[in-house]
């Protein structure tokens, strides 16, 4: 196209998307200049020819995006049926309130809620399960700081006056750490700046005095953190690192390592946690709580990355850790802290359950688990050592588990097809004891009743039998029609367990599928599953995704004209693979926030955590599996693709907004002349992240923009453009 009547055009879309409905559609890509650069990776040639965009404060690029942004505004502008379907989404997201985020102190439920109309969750009290509850804060309302912030994390004083709270602004997840008056519901004058790595909260010291937590150096966003002890009242520049990064010369911390410490109610004992950056295997230190003091605090190791331990909690005098050494489902292993050279005893033997999370009460020890795609809790005495199931009353997952007085459990359990329930529990009851709804929500007013979810096994490349949710109509016919999207992960051991989504209706009511693939490098069917997927075999991710597709396709859910495929973050491996291998399978995808350039990923600020789970281009091995897989990288010239939004947040910290923007780039000018029929756009959310913190709106505007995208490619009539 002639620069000037580009120029003239892209003037229209920047300043009028909504009336460039019938032009948008034949306009060519905004320009992107290709600037090769070369890097040989032992004997490998590999050009770069976007590498200019990973400098994302220079103007050259912060203009490219706000062009392509425009341009695809002006692209899902032109869709009819999008506004109604964003009205739906919107009004079946208001059918009910949602909760989370329980903990109870001191006799009051401090939890986090989100009802109708409201745009971000809010933090809220109330004494006891069912007393009058009370809004504490309202992250988009605080007094002399507007924007946009989201709540990233809090935890409550033992005395229950105070909350600590971690702030960020526009889905950065950059925390800034304050207190709050629970009385009063005020916040507090203290501020401390780049705490955003406190994911579980903070550690309150047991009389309330002042709590530890984790913060980075300026210079960092991940690595070389460490632990630091607040006194109230302290100037927290006088704050002193307890355990971390160069606190001591007899902990020896890599740059990826993640500190943590964790107080628990009536323990003499801080566990002291860390994460080699984004490997499953922590190793864990105990101290007495009185003696705590800097470097001097003598720590000591009880849990080594070979006793592969991917949880561990305190509980009184004895950790309880989940180990998967000898068998890939774990097994819950209990020490004795009083007892020097004491070893682990098996307290809850592995069986055909994943064993995943661990929360400690008075009287037992509970472990949340997998067992066929649905959540089982276990019970493990801490007494007699005695082990039961706790009855659940219906098959879901297990969103939350809050140990109360007694054997008294707070769990929020919800399923494919039925909404999360607050419920109370008698552990140490009878078996089939019943189970107690609460009030802390309102129910979701929507009707399920219409659609069901199934579990199948479908067969992979190499004959392994994969896991596939289903949910759909009820009835649904099998005539190849269905629109159907097929969604998958595949990192980190992470497991897709059944979920609940209201929003889920503007899909099934349309005759609609989703479908859920459970591939290897998740970890659906234990650490056996996630290693099947990393690294070296990182290829049955795609694989088994792509088996997935074949099965839907041949068991006439859908077709290649009316099947979109989705993934995000780690997930972009996923998708990005299955388009650029067997793009003629699907006729729409969507990379969100996706992991899309494996070669220079390590290279941001949070690159070093992730080479535990995709390895690293200085050994040969890893490059070689990630060279062959990294989806940037294996886009090819003149190739047929299906139509690809690819979504992205401009203070994304996990997946930097460069990496998805070079996808598009490469997707667009590999086969410019698809833009008519199969274009490939670069959605970005200028006030988004990577998805945490996103207020309600931003999460529905997405959805409509990607159902909406997917809906035309699948040549659904009401999301037809005019031409």
Excluded at 170 to 184: F, H, I, K, P, Q
Excluded at 255 to 270: E, H, M, Q
Excluded at 602 to 625: D, Q, Y
Aim: aromatic share 8%; proline share 5%.
């Amino acid at each position: 196209m002639n620069p000037s009547i580009f120029k003239s055009a892209l003037a229209t879309l920047l300043l009028a998307p909504l009336a460039i409905q019938a032009q948008s559609s034949s306009l060519a890509y905004p320009a992107t200049p290709a600037k090769p650069v070369t890097d040989i990776y032992h004997g490998t040639s590999v050009v770069d020819p976007y590498r200019w965009m990973e400098d994302m404060k220079s103007p050259e690029f912060q203009a490219w995006l706000k062009t392509q942004a425009a341009y695809a505004d002006g692209v899902l502008a032109q869709i009819p049926g999008r506004a109604a379907l964003r009205e739906r989404l919107g009004v079946l997201a208001d059918a009910g309130e949602s909760t989370g985020g329980y903990e109870m102190v001191a006799g009051k439920l401090f939890y986090s809620k989100r009802a109708p109309g409201q745009n971000q969750a809010r933090l809220w009290v109330r004494d006891g399960l069912s007393g009058a509850e009370r809004e504490l804060l309202d992250p988009n309302n605080l007094p002399g700081e507007p924007g946009k912030h989201a709540v990233d994390w809090y935890s409550v004083s033992p005395d229950g006056r105070l909350l600590a709270v971690g702030l960020s602004k526009g889905g950065s997840e950059n925390s800034v750490l304050r207190l709050l008056d629970v009385a009063t519901a005020k916040l507090l004058p203290l501020s401390i700046d780049r705490t955003g790595l406190n994911e579980g909260g903070v550690a309150w010291l047991p009389d309330a005095s002042g709590f530890l937590y984790n913060r980075h150096p300026a210079e960092e966003r991940y690595n070389k953190s460490a632990v630091f002890l607040h006194k109230l009242g302290q100037d927290p520049a006088k704050d002193v690192a307890q355990f971390g990064w160069q606190v001591s010369k007899k902990e020896n911390f890599e740059i990826a390592d993640l500190p943590y410490v964790r107080i628990t109610k009536g323990s003499p004992w801080a566990l002291a946690e860390v994460l080699h950056g984004d490997a499953a295997e922590r190793s864990y230190w105990v101290a007495r709580v009185d003696q705590l003091k800097g470097a001097a605090t003598p720590w000591r190791r009880v849990v080594r990355p070979e006793h592969k331990v991917t949880r561990a909690e305190v509980a009184g005098g004895s950790l309880f850790a989940l180990s998967q050494k000898k068998a890939s489902r774990r097994e819950l292993l209990s020490l004795d802290l009083g007892v020097g050279k004491a070893g682990f005893k098996t307290a809850l033997p592995a069986g055909d359950s994943v064993l995943q999370t661990i929360e400690t009460g008075d009287a037992a020890v509970y472990v949340k688990a997998l067992d066929a795609g649905v959540s089982k809790l276990w019970r493990v005495g801490k007494k007699d050592g005695q082990v039961s199931t706790v009855a659940l009353p219906f098959e879901g997952t297990l969103r939350s588990v809050t140990s109360l007085k007694g054997d008294e459990l707070l769990v929020l359990l919800e399923g494919w097809t039925q909404a999360p329930q607050s419920l109370l529990l008698q552990a140490g009851g009878e078996a089939g004891a019943a189970a107690q709804r609460l009030t802390i929500q309102k129910a979701v007013s929507v009707d399920t009743s219409g659609i069901e979810a199934r579990r199948v096994m479908v067969k992979s490349h190499d004959g392994v039998m994969v896991p596939l949710s289903i949910v759909a109509p009820k009835a649904v016919v099998l005539d190849g029609q269905r629109p159907t999207i097929l969604s998958a992960y595949g990192a980190y051991g992470i497991t897709q367990e059944p979920r609940f989504s209201a929003t889920r209706l503007a899909w099934t009511e349309r005759g609609g599928v989703q479908a859920i693939c459970h591939v290897r490098g998740g970890g659906e069917l234990g650490d056996d599953w996630h290693r099947g997927g990393y690294i070296a075999t990182k290829q049955n991710t795609v694989s088994d995704f792509v088996a997935c597709a074949e099965w839907l396709i041949a068991n006439k859910y859908s077709s290649p004209a009316k099947l979109a495929g989705t993934g995000g973050s780690a997930g972009g491996i996923t998708i990005g693979g299955a388009v650029t291998q067997r793009g003629e399978l699907f006729a729409a995808a969507q990379s969100a926030v996706g992991l899309s350039d494996m070669l220079r990923m390590e290279l941001t600020l949070n690159g070093a955590p992730n080479i535990a789970e995709f390895g690293t281009v200085t050994n040969p091995a890893h490059f070689k599996s990630m060279f062959a897989l990294s989806p940037y990288h294996n886009v090819k010239e003149g190739r047929s693709y299906p139509a690809v939004i690819v979504t992205t947040g401009a203070n994304d910290p996990r997946v930097e907004a460069w990496i998805p923007s070079k996808l598009a780039a490469r997707m667009q000018t590999a086969n410019p002349d698809a833009v008519k029929t199969r274009p490939v756009i670069l959605r970005v959310d200028f006030d988004g992240g990577h998805g945490m913190g996103s207020g309600l709106a931003q999460r529905l505007d997405e959805t409509a923009d990607v159902w909406s995208f997917f809906l035309w490619q699948m040549g659904d009539a009401a999301f037809q453009p005019k031409r």
